[in-house]
């Protein structure tokens, strides 16, 4: 059998950025100091520069409008509590805030770091350069309690307004067994129902003129139509949307501080449950993150059976959105027929891995387990089967005349509206512009598979779910392509930090049980160093970005998902729409609220 070479395969590398210091530095951007305090080397290789918080509006102005290429997209934005961290450079101070740009025309990333002192934990709002940075400072100011002035609305996001104290701090506790016994009082009680009662004018909603009241409309946060634990309070003018509110939060469990608590092993099953819908797609950037960290080198054998399953839950996710977005839409029988296809790809993941939605098989330095005797098979009925059930599902939905009228044309976003509110994945695709991650930057071997980038052209509705209906014609060459090529050898790095360990060390002698024993029930030791991994995920691109103290833990676990921006555009793309256009709308998003509030 042919394998693919994955050992001759080029991974994408950043391409280093000091030449763009330099072009800032070059601008006439009235930038009357050197914005630039230092340049930090990580591991992942994304520059990394400290700025002076008195410099950062000016520089984020050059960097959005002034270059000829500019950073169009605040990918994220997050902090670092920095106040337990032994392993740290002179100029980290007690908090850090770090802003991660790119810049598609340029294929680059920069990352923009704040230090902050205990008392003064404030910083300018980037607001008005990255409309999506509202979201982010809000939760950064949630979890840390870092006040950005002049931000449009700074309050609480992720936690309920009666919240006493800030997560996401060192000093919170991570663990029930930290806190006093829960109880709810009575006088605690009315001051709960108290917070609960709904303000406009405290949730920035306006009145629209002086001869019109407030007409409200709460859709959620139990409702089948928002897909979760979600609220939107919409403003109403008749039937036609004035204005809305997403209301985010009820799914939040805390993933990132679990993050600091697990070890770097353990916390693998707890990466499943971000997009629940992902499977493995989830662990698949945390376990290279730690990869990178460690210097772990994948063998090409884990490498191409982590694409395929990845490819795999990419279909289920895929599968689940074509038939409830149907369904929403008011066609009932699709989504009975996608979950037979559902079940039967389950089926294969269960003879891989042993269970079904959440199988947390990735392993750090490969996978838990090799492919079962059979595999081939039940792999090629699989995609031999699909594509026929895809064409009959094009007659039943995607040239079905009601869902047409009912999605051509709503929702529309213009690909710049898209860059500048984050989105990503077939959101972004769907308005024509083509960024795929396993194109622009392959990573785990993708650049060795054969496959299109399906693109829309309206950015709606309709052009929203084409672009996941294609997405599975082309995972299915991907897995056909896994089938027919896949390497033989070992299905795990031979490499002492991965997990578990290989058992062969512990029979030799005790210096070999030991760090066996160790590794197992501590977990391994991840040198000192930071990096963050992106994917191209069922929903959009998700990333970890990772911080090691050279611990059995994670410092700082960051998860940046791709559906917390894209709820974040809701009052942009629903003004002027109808209720029933709003449902087609969150439908065709597709988003979990898991991945939202982690």
Not at 310 to 319: C, P, V
Not at 333 to 358: C, N, Q, W
Not at 423 to 443: C, E, H, I, M
Not at 473 to 498: F, V, W
Request: aromatic letters at 10%; one cysteine or more; glycine letters at 6%.
């Amino acid at each position: 059998m042919a394998s693919i070479n994955l050992q001759a395969s080029r991974d994408w590398q950043p391409s280093h950025t000091l030449p763009i210091i330099d072009e800032i530095l070059a601008q006439d951007s009235g930038l009357s100091l050197t914005p630039v305090t230092a340049i930090e080397n990580i591991v992942d290789d994304i520059t990394s520069c400290w700025v002076d918080k008195n410099q950062l509006c000016q520089l984020m102005q050059v960097l959005r409008f002034d270059l000829a290429k500019p950073f169009e997209v605040c990918f994220d934005i997050t902090a670092i509590d920095e106040s337990e961290r032994t392993c740290k450079a002179v100029h980290v101070s007690d908090f850090t805030v770090s802003y991660h740009l790119i810049s598609y025309q340029r294929n680059v990333d920069l990352r923009i770091k704040v230090a902050l002192g205990k008392q003064d934990k404030t910083l300018p709002s980037i607001c008005s350069f990255w409309p999506n940075a509202n979201w982010y400072e809000r939760e950064v100011w949630d979890m840390f309690g870092i006040v950005f002035d002049n931000h449009p609305y700074l309050t609480r996001i992720l936690m309920p307004n009666t919240w006493h104290g800030h997560p996401l701090l060192k000093t919170h506790p991570a663990r029930a067994t930290e806190m006093e016994p829960f109880s709810l009082p009575p006088l605690k009680q009315d001051e709960e129902q108290q917070a609960l009662q709904f303000d406009p004018e405290a949730w920035g909603m306006k009145r629209q003129s002086q001869d019109n009241d407030f007409m409200f409309l709460n859709l959620g946060p139990n409702h089948p139509s928002v897909h979760g634990a979600f609220r939107i309070v919409l403003q109403m003018d008749g039937e036609e949307i004035v204005d809305c509110v997403p209301d985010i939060g009820y799914h939040h469990r805390g993933a990132e501080k679990m993050g600091e608590r697990q070890s770097w092993h353990s916390y693998i099953p707890y990466t499943d449950r971000i997009d629940y819908l992902g499977g493995v797609m989830n662990n698949f950037p945390y376990v290279m993150a730690v990869e990178k960290l460690a210097g772990i080198t994948v063998p090409d054998r884990a490498k191409v059976i982590r694409i395929m399953t990845a490819e795999m839950f990419r279909i289920l996710s895929h599968l689940l959105f074509y038939g409830t977005f149907a369904q929403d839409i008011g066609a009932l029988s699709p989504i009975f027929y996608m979950f037979v296809d559902r079940e039967k790809l389950f089926g294969i993941i269960e003879a891989f891995t042993g269970a079904r939605m959440h199988p947390s098989w990735f392993r750090i330095g490969g996978i838990a387990s090799d492919l079962p005797k059979g595999w081939e098979q039940l792999v090629r009925d699989y995609v031999e089967y699909l594509p026929k059930r895809l064409d009959e599902y094009e007659k039943m939905v995607m040239q079905n005349s009601l869902l047409k009228n009912r999605t051509i044309n709503v929702g529309a976003y213009s690909t710049k509206e898209a860059l500048e509110w984050g989105v990503t994945g077939p959101g972004l695709r769907a308005t024509g512009f083509s960024w795929d991650l396993r194109k622009q930057r392959p990573y785990g071997g993708y650049d060795q598979f054969d496959f299109d980038v399906p693109v829309g052209e309206r950015g709606d509705c309709y052009d929203r779910c084409r672009v996941r209906v294609e997405e599975m014609r082309q995972s299915i060459r991907i897995i056909e392509q896994c089938l027919n090529n896949m390497p033989e050898g070992p299905y795990k790095a031979d490499h002492p930090q991965t997990t578990p360990p290989d058992k062969a060390r512990t029979m030799t002698d005790i210096d070999t049980l030991i760090p066996h024993f160790v590794n197992v029930s501590w977990g391994p030791v991840i040198p000192a160093g930071e990096v963050s991994v992106a994917v191209e995920a069922t929903k959009g691109i998700m990333a970890y970005h990772l911080i090691s103290d050279g611990s059995t833990m994670s410092y700082r676990t960051r998860i940046r998902t791709p559906s917390f921006p894209h709820l974040q555009m809701l009052p942009v793309i629903s003004r002027g729409q109808m209720v029933a256009d709003l449902i087609a709308t969150l439908g065709s998003v597709d988003y979990v609220m898991a991945d939202v509030d982690r």
